[in-house]
T-cell receptor, first 114, second 114 residues
């Protein structure tokens, strides 16, 4: 059974700092990995999707990397802003067998102090 | 593209009552997913449809839960004989078959069982 772990569970940093969020998964048989953002009481917003054959994806100040063989992904946020405060979730999609539901970690709750 | 919509946004019910939620996916998305999220946890996959066919069901989907997508467009999730443990956010997502195969999430339905 796939398990996804996110470290740290919570993080509070001053505005302007660069930061790294970590995600690990136990089964390397994945099709892709997605990073999402969730604001309190809201749905999820997709940030980046990395296919299993890719090593990284970038969007603006966000960069996500994937090391499938070691079961790890990182989300790098450059020059953090108060508006980045949210919960960040990573999720993996399984490969093969008709399974298509995402397995999520518990998230990293991020607070950017003005 | 109006996004994924869910109705109602909030539902309060008494234990033992039946409830039904609706999800309207992004038009032309043929895959539709249901997830459940409890406080402090990541979303957990429940089931998904390709068009009107229900292709995968999680073991979390007990006999009291039933989902339908009769015409391959909107979907309903019904919970019979609700229990307090059913209190959660119920999230719907959809995606098309194009790459990248990003899942787009709706705002969720918050269920409270008293």
């Amino acid at each position: 059974k796939q398990e996804v772990t996110q470290i740290p569970a919570a993080l509070s940093v001053p505005e302007g700092e660069n930061l790294v969020l970590n995600c690990s998964f136990t089964d390397s048989a994945i099709y892709n990995l997605q990073w999402f953002r969730q604001d309190p009481g809201k749905g999820l917003t997709s940030l980046l999707l990395i296919q299993s054959s890719q090593r990284e994806q970038t969007s603006g100040r966000l960069n996500a990397s994937l090391d499938k063989s070691s079961g790890r992904s990182t989300l790098y946020i450059a020059a953090s802003q108060p508006g980045d405060s949210a919960t960040y979730l990573c999720a993996v999609r399984p490969s093969g067998g008709g399974a298509d539901g995402l397995t999520f970690g518990k998230g990293t709750h991020l607070i950017i102090q003005p | 593209d109006t996004g994924v919509s869910q109705d109602p946004r909030h539902k309060i019910t008494k234990r033992g009552q039946n409830v039904t939620f609706r999800c309207d996916p992004i038009s032309e998305h043929n895959r539709l997913y249901w997830y459940r999220q409890t406080l402090g946890q990541g979303p957990e996959f429940l089931t998904y449809f390709q068009n009107e066919a229900q292709l995968e069901k999680s073991r979390l989907l007990s006999d009291r839960f039933s989902a339908e997508r009769p015409k391959g467009s909107f979907s309903t999730l019904e919970i019979q004989r609700t229990e307090q443990g059913d209190s959660a956010m119920y999230l719907c997502a959809s995606r098309g078959l194009a790459i990248p195969d990003t899942q787009y999430f709706g705002p969720g339905t918050r269920l409270t069982v008293l």
